[in-house]
């Protein structure tokens, strides 16, 4: 069964997938008050607190101006057509995956719905197009999942399930 939903485009050769705009507005949201509790610290704390002040502003600064390049951006997570899947939403954002390099692809459960694990032939192949820091979060994550490329339900607009069969409907035969 297939839900319309603004942030899925279906057409016969070709799917898009944006990530619910409430995302990375909840993200921006909770990056500026770390940001804030991260400046208040630094600003009236004693050594303690500047060190801890300096981390908070680190960590939440760089996952608030990440959430808000993603809301100006607006990049799609995913876009499918008869000659592959262009990944930018997962862990590793693979990039273009022709179908050759792509094998099963399955939803695993997770907490908020299901996971669309998207399974590649060449794991290492596909992590040597990312940068080093993504490609070791994306050997954990084949070692647990099988596969780097995993959009989580966070994510996902509409269920995982009805990703995995738009995709698996664009596949082309023999593929």
């Given at each position: 069964m297939s839900t319309e939903h603004p942030a899925v485009t279906r057409e016969p050769d070709r799917l898009e997938v944006r990530a619910p705009r409430t995302a990375p507005v909840v993200t921006l949201v909770t990056g500026v008050i770390g940001l804030a509790a991260g400046?208040?610290?630094?600003?009236?704390?004693g050594t303690a607190g500047v060190v801890?002040?300096?981390?908070?502003?680190?960590?939440?600064?760089v996952g608030a101006v990440r959430a808000?390049?993603?809301?100006?951006?607006?990049?799609?997570?995913?876009?499918?057509?008869?000659?592959?899947?262009?990944?930018?939403?997962s862990i590793?954002?693979?990039?273009?995956?022709?179908?050759?390099?792509?094998?099963t692809i399955d939803v695993l459960p997770a907490r908020g719905g299901g996971m669309l694990v998207i399974g590649v032939r060449d794991p290492e192949a596909v992590l040597a197009r990312t940068t080093p820091g993504r490609a070791r979060v994306g050997r954990a994550q084949a070692g647990r999942l099988g596969s780097p490329v995993v959009l989580p339900p966070t994510l996902l607009p509409v269920p995982a399930d009805e990703l995995a069969a738009d995709l698996e409907r664009l596949r082309p035969d023999g593929a």
């Open positions: 400046v208040w610290l630094l600003l009236t704390g801890l002040g300096v981390v908070l502003v680190l960590f939440f600064g808000a390049l993603r809301l100006v951006r607006g990049a799609p997570l995913l876009i499918a057509t008869r000659e592959g899947v262009d990944d930018g939403g590793v954002a693979a990039g273009f995956l022709p179908w050759s390099e792509i094998g």
